[in-house]
């Protein structure tokens, strides 16, 4: 068998020297890699390095004749099973969402029907603008996958988001979706809604109410159920972990926001929720800042969130045939898990312990007990990404189940 044919555009950026780096991961992992370069990128690192550590030639030029002559550019495109832009310049992400094809890299990118990931790379000024931000939300309604980028300190000095993700979760999130294109699909076919990460609840216009969820295990589930071939509605509050490539991604802050899009996003063939959502919210939060007052402290109303998970589970006509509800308790976890089963009326409860001595609050293993009607079963500690990749297999299998029965 052919190993997988990745396409290497490099856009000019402080981070393109880190694209050597990607090359030489990628080429252990097993798969081709033909670099293409933008003009900018040559000022960064060097071509020949670039050819070096991929064992082929370097595109470089749409008027190469030589090139042309070897492979015209719309063949060069598709002859590859996965498009990957590392690093991504806001200039070259302008050029894609508008369609401008004016060198070989935007020419490339917009010849292609093949699957395109990015990894965005620029100065946190140049990310947040709105002329970028706008570019960011065409291409993902492009159907174009974002890989990071990731929060930290940047060569310029300042800090935030705009760092290109490491060489190394590139690459294993290229891998993960020469996977999820290429493996036997359990879940092709199928569509599943995850909820994820904690709710905001609005105090005022500024502040509100959270809590410490990150948003790693449903991160992790949705991308092992796309991993299996999942169309996944991914519901998110705002999380820390990064949002699953390759799901449709509604981003809420309230709980009240995650109870509509959740109803909104039926019917699906499951729903898991692994949203920390919160329990109250503010009554009547204000629509002005709440101004201080010398010597006076607000006092906060509170009111009670809509259950989310058990106003899907009492659903008649639009109820999934698996609906999954998590269960983080510190104490007697089979016991509280298999009664909140019952009490919300879920098919599979996934019960963890998190007391804080067990470090799974923002950790990144996990020990968990699946309960169902059958009774509990406690999974070995692992890492959250293997609690994922088994509860996607195990949600295949039963929905398999279900199909032969019908
Ligand atoms: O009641 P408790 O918060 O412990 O239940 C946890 C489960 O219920 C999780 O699956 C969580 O996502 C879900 N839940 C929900 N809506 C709420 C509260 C919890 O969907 N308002």
Not at 99 to 116: F, I
Request: hydrophobic letters at 45%; glycine letters at 6%; one cysteine or more.
């Amino acid at each position: 068998m052919k190993p997988p044919h990745i396409l290497l555009v490099i856009s000019g950026g402080i981070a393109a020297y880190k694209s050597l780096e990607l090359i030489r991961r990628l080429r252990t992992m097993g798969y081709d890699v033909t670099p293409v370069m933008t003009k900018a990128a040559e000022e960064f690192v060097t071509p020949l390095s670039v050819s070096a550590l991929a064992g082929r030639k370097v595109y470089q030029d749409l008027f190469d004749l030589t090139s042309e002559a070897e492979m015209g550019h719309i063949e060069l495109s598709r002859s590859a099973d996965l498009l990957v832009v590392a690093p991504a310049s806001a200039d070259l992400m302008a050029k894609m969402a508008t369609g401008l094809a004016n060198d070989l890299a935007s020419t490339l990118l917009l010849a292609t029907d093949t699957p395109v990931m990015i990894a965005p790379a620029m100065n946190v000024r140049m990310w947040t603008h709105p002329a970028t931000q706008r570019n960011i939300k065409a291409l993902k309604n492009d159907g174009i996958e974002f890989i990071g980028p990731a929060h930290g300190d940047m060569a310029c000095g300042e800090h935030g988001p705009g760092r290109m993700t490491e060489p190394e979760e590139i690459a294993s999130a290229i891998e993960q979706k020469l996977t999820a294109l290429g493996a036997e699909k359990m879940l092709a076919g199928r569509h599943i809604l995850v909820t994820s990460g904690p709710t905001h609840e609005p105090i005022d216009p500024v502040r509100y109410i959270a809590n410490r969820s990150s948003g790693a295990q449903g991160s992790a589930i949705a991308n092992a159920l796309i991993a299996q071939g999942a169309e996944v509605t991914f519901i998110t509050g705002p999380a820390e972990a990064p949002a699953p490539i390759g799901a449709r991604i509604v981003e809420i802050q309230s709980a009240q926001e995650m109870h509509d899009a959740v109803h909104a996003a039926l019917p699906v063939d499951a729903a898991i929720f692994a949203a920390a959502v919160a329990d109250w919210r503010v009554k009547d939060a204000a629509s002005e800042k709440i101004k201080k007052q010398a010597g006076e402290s607000p006092s906060l109303t509170f009111t009670e969130n809509p259950d989310i998970l058990a106003s899907v589970s009492a659903l008649d006509e639009q109820r999934p045939p698996l609906v999954i509800g998590f269960a983080a308790e510190t104490e007697n976890v089979i016991e509280n898990a298999t009664a909140k089963r019952l009490r919300k009326g879920c098919d599979w409860i996934i019960a963890n312990d998190v007391s804080p001595d067990t470090g799974i609050m923002g950790g990144h293993k996990n020990t968990v007990t699946v309960i169902t009607d059958d009774g509990a079963v406690s999974w070995e500690k692992m890492s959250k990404k293997a609690v994922a990749a088994r509860l996607a297999q195990d949600i295949a299998q039963h929905l398999q189940g279900c199909d032969d029965r019908d």
